[in-house]
């Protein structure tokens, strides 16, 4: 099946008693059982809820996985794929990505004995000399938020598989409509389904995808064991978005595009995260592991202060100023400010994230309209 045909049919049966063709929306905390334990596989909703049962059967389809385990948000699933390593684990993972992600391995579990190192995970010289057998997962993130540099994920993986190490990629940025990890040697795929699998953000929802059963099992038993499973209305939410991800996402890709080609030509802009632009440093290597550059686009300023960026931030009138990505309506973020800030000044500066930097998320909106808007704030500078 390809992919559109699976984002919209992969796990999802009409209603076997009403015959409801879409996924119904099982508000209920608990199931009646004929005798103890004598059920219909169902026994309490934070352990099974059949609308959450029907999304992570799709999205396993969709990253060509066996099986998917959801819960509240992005950084609760990530919590659940560290629960799994152990006091003096180490990991190795991207050095530029979401603030969030930092400050989960940095501020929480460095207390309770795992320390992350961060590094260019496509300089392998350094990526070696931190490998030791205390190392157990290398954390990826492809496209990096919000550089935009790609790693190369078969190459990590294949370097990790040789010294029996876990890999994750966090695939948010790219969806598996651009990208699938476990098809490229990753074992594990994390999503923020709050971004292009929600896609019109109205949920906040976190996904995992494994090819293995046993860490399957594992996944599972944390995520009943913990408990931040998502409600089934969010479920339904992410569902009926990933109905359209594939169109989506096609439109936001062309429409980001043009709106980096735009601004790579525009004089007040010194500098364009896209790798979809052909003198983008990853450009080939993008187009090796992707299938297509994604829709988000971030850039720096000729004047690289923060009173700059703050003007451009505050006056765009299309592109809305908030954090998030991946929905229809494009926004507008400040990285230093907003996502980024529980990151060290000193960190971000030396992967590029200057005070100045700016990130789109570009939506589906008629693409003139938003090259028109981001003319007007730049010519105020
Ligand atoms: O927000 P939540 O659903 O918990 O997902 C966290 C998360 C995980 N991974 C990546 C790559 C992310 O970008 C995020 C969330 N990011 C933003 C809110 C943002 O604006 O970048």
Known sequence: MKFGTKAIHAGVEPDPVTGAVMTPIYQTSTYAQEAPGQHKGYEYARTQNPTRSVLEKNLAALENGIDAICFASGMAAMDAI?????????????NDLYGGSYRLMVR??????????????????????????????????????????????????????????????????????????LDLGADIVVHSATKYLGGHSDVVLGAIIVK????????????????????????????????????????????AKKVAKFLQAHPKVSKVYYPGLKDNPYHELAKEQMRGFGAMVS???????????????????????????????????????????SIPREERLKVGLTDSLIRLSVGIEDVEDLIEDLEQALVQL
């Open 299 to 341: 850039f720096d300023l000729q004047k690289d202060t923060f009173e700059d960026a703050i003007r451009v931030l505050s006056n765009t009138r299309i592109f809305t100023l908030a954090e998030s990505l991946g929905g229809v309506e494009s926004l507008i973020g400040h990285p230093a400010t907003m996502t980024h800030a």
């Open 82 to 94: 560290l629960r799994t390593l152990n006091p003096g684990d180490e990991i190795i993972s991207t």
């Open 108 to 181: 929480v579990y460095e207390r309770f004995g795992v320390k992350a190192h961060f590094v260019d995970l496509g300089d392998q010289e350094k990526v070696k000399k931190l490998i030791s057998p205390k190392t157990k997962l290398f954390w990826i993130e492809t496209p990096t938020n919000p550089m935009l540099n790609i790693v190369d994920i078969k190459k990590v993986c294949s370097m990790a598989k040789a010294h029996g190490i876990l890999t994750c990629v966090d695939n948010t940025f790219a969806s598996p409509y651009l990208q699938n990890p």
């Open 212 to 255: 293995d059963e046993k860490l399957a099992q594992d996944l599972h038993f944390l995520q009943n064991a913990m408990g931040a499973v998502p409600g089934p209305h969010d479920c339904f939410l992410v569902l009926r978005g990933i109905k359209t991800l594939h169109i989506r996402v096609e439109r936001a890709c062309k429409n």
